[in-house]
Structures are given as structure tokens and as C-alpha cells.
């Protein structure tokens, strides 16, 4: 009994280490975003990343419409977008992975760019590319 008591003590004080954001941690990531942009896919590479099972990913994109803009993002301009993805143990609770974009999608995206490197990033992890 005291094993059984020991373990889920255990389990409950670790399982926040590792768990999803809340939905208003989401919201406040999206509403600080300095980008809101609407985006076309028009090309997805996905390379190797450093460390097994990681993947890095360049998404060259077609904005079509702007919502907002701290980097004057316009319609009609092409950006570049980077991120790495690693692929979560099943059963595992932990945060949400962005998810790799499709060529032809159509999707909003919230990002941030990068003012040393000039690239954008997701801005709102797993809800970087859809609403709640």
C-alpha cells in the first residue's frame, strides 16, 4: 500500500512538468503574436534535425491576407517560415507539437520573425496555425 501511495504521489507531482498548455495559454501566445497572417503553402521541406526523430521544417508561403503585422507584411509578399518538430511517445502527456504544413494548404498563421536571423517562427506552438 505504501509502494501504491509512493507512485501516485510521484506520478501527480511530474505530470506537470509535462503537460499541454491550457487553452488561455494558447490565447494569450496568439493574441501576442506579433504576425496574423493568412498564408497559401506553396512549398514544405522537411530535413533531418539534430537529434533522432527531430525534423526541421522551412515552409515557403504566400501571404494572402493580413490581419496584423509588426514587420509590415503585405499581400502578395513571400515569406520564409522555420521550425523543428519532435515526435512525442505515444501515451505521453506533454505539449502540443506544431504541426507540419502541406504544400497547397491554405492556413492562418500566427508567427514572430526573428530581427537577427530575419526568419518567422510559430508564435503560438501547437495553435500557431488554426483558432480555437
Known amino acids: 500500500m505504501r509502494r501504491l501511495l509512493f507512485l501516485l504521489t510521484l506520478l501527480s507531482t511530474m505530470s506537470p512538468l509535462c503537460a499541454q498548455l491550457s487553452p488561455s495559454a494558447y490565447e494569450a501566445l496568439q493574441k501576442a ?3 496574423l497572417l493568412s498564408l497559401e503553402i506553396l512549398r514544405v521541406e522537411v530535413a533531418p534535425g539534430g537529434t533522432p526523430g527531430r525534423q526541421n521544417i522551412h515552409v515557403m508561403a504566400l501571404v494572402n491576407k493580413v490581419a496584423r503585422s509588426a514587420t509590415n507584411v503585405k ?3 513571400l515569406i520564409n517560415l522555420f521550425y523543428s518538430v519532435t515526435p512525442r511517445e ?4 506533454a505539449p ?3 504541426p507540419i504544413l502541406e504544400e497547397k494548404e491554405k492556413t492562418l498563421a500566427y508567427l514572430a520573425k526573428d530581427a537577427a536571423t530575419e526568419e518567422y517562427h510559430p508564435a503560438a506552438g501547437a495553435m500557431s496555425f488554426r483558432n480555437f
Do not use: I, L
Not at 505515444?90 to 502527456?93: D, F, H, I, S, W
Open 33 to 35: 503574436a506579433p504576425e
Open 75 to 77: 499581400a502578395g509578399d
Open 90 to 93: 505515444k501515451g505521453r502527456v
Open 96 to 98: 502540443g507539437e506544431t
